[in-house]
């Protein structure tokens, strides 16, 4: 699937969730802020769009004890002009995503929720989701499912292989226009839905989310082994 999209212009806000607590890693320190081949998760994902030519502002949401952090070791320190604030997260990543979405201007008319651990998004896929975000309301990166799939018992046996056609691995960016995610959460909150992201408060409201194309490389930093893997990304020459 590949939906093609031009982003005409309108004011543009990122919303960039990273306030995980990093237990996956098995350390201290919060999964944002490890160092990856010497600078943090966090700050190589913001440069991303910083220097994209589509993003206007930005709202970085972390947990509340790294607020301080945040803005001095990352955004001042490196200098992002385009941070307009660091928010404190709540309690799960729709509550943190809700807390950084009240502080963006009613005059923004896109907003692209991007994970902050995931550094590896390029301006390409950022820009073909914001043109089809502004076409059609909502679309999110995916790449299609590639591995054979097995749904599997409580004794850890295989009970089915289930088919694969028309499975995809939902990644970051998620776009939409402002009014409607604003919407779709607000709903959320009344009637008790919980999501892992935010298409599927869309989904849950009844409004379509286009889909366009991610990448492989697009990944989400949770694991040692994803941390591993990245570095080698990074040292990795590009052809």
Known sequence: M????????????????AAGSGVRMGGDIAKPFLQ????EILARTLDVFERSAVIDELWVVVAAKNVSACQQGIIKRYGFRKVRDVVAGGTSRQESVWR????????????VVHDGVRPFVTE??????????????????AVPLRD???RISEGGVVEATVPRENLWRTQTPQAFQRHLLM?????????G?????DASLLESIGHPVKVVSGLESNIKITTPEDLIFSEGLLRTPRQ
Do not use: F, M
């Not at 914001?130 to 990166?141: D, N, P, S, T, W």
């Not at 839905?193 to 992201?197: G, K, R, S, Y």
């Open 100 to 111: 950084g979405l009240q502080r963006i201007d009613a005059a923004v008319d896109l907003v």
């Open 2 to 17: 590949n939906v093609k999209a031009t982003l005409t212009p309108k004011r543009v806000a990122g919303l960039i969730p």
């Open 148 to 150: 054979t799939l097995k």
């Open 183 to 191: 919407s779709a959460y607000r709903q959320a909150w009344e009637r």
């Open 36 to 39: 990856l081949c010497g600078r």
């Open 124 to 141: 390409a896929v950022l820009q073909e989701t914001l043109g089809c975000a502004a076409q059609h309301g909502a679309a999110v990166a």
């Open 193 to 197: 839905v919980c999501a892992t992201d």
